[in-house]
């Protein structure tokens, strides 16, 4: 079964930055796309960025320019990199793997911007 294990989180200053990892049970080159969501309190949860196998990425728009997927295939580990950090960025964050119609999603991480 897979698995995707989120680390990174933790309280930040506004205008902060954090990196959070999403290491995979297997090789993350098996997904076809791999993605990092969030939800905040009573909110839905929504896609922040993705990345494919063959490298195309989406960023939304409310972190364009701020947030960064990558990935180390030799770790199996996506990385999303959180720059200038505002204080409605706060949320749990996801990381979810895509294969073959199914979604592995994580347990998540929290980051929390405190103005």
């Known amino acids: 079964q897979v698995q995707l294990v989120e680390s990174g989180g933790g309280l930040v200053q506004a205008g902060g930055s954090l990196r959070l990892s999403c290491a995979a049970s297997?090789?993350?080159?098996?997904?076809?796309?791999m993605s990092w969501h969030r939800q905040a309190p009573g909110k839905q949860r929504d896609l922040v960025v993705s990345l494919t196998r063959g490298g195309s990425t989406y960023t939304a728009d409310s972190v364009k320019d701020r947030f960064t997927i990558s990935r180390d295939n030799a770790k199996n580990t996506v990385y999303l990199q959180m720059n200038n950090l505002k204080p409605e960025d706060t949320a749990v964050y996801y990381c979810?793997?895509?294969?073959?119609?199914?979604?592995?999603w994580g347990k998540g991480t929290l980051v929390t911007v405190d103005s």
């Open positions: 297997e090789s993350i080159f098996s997904f076809l796309v």
């Open positions: 979810q793997a895509n294969r073959n119609g199914l979604n592995y």
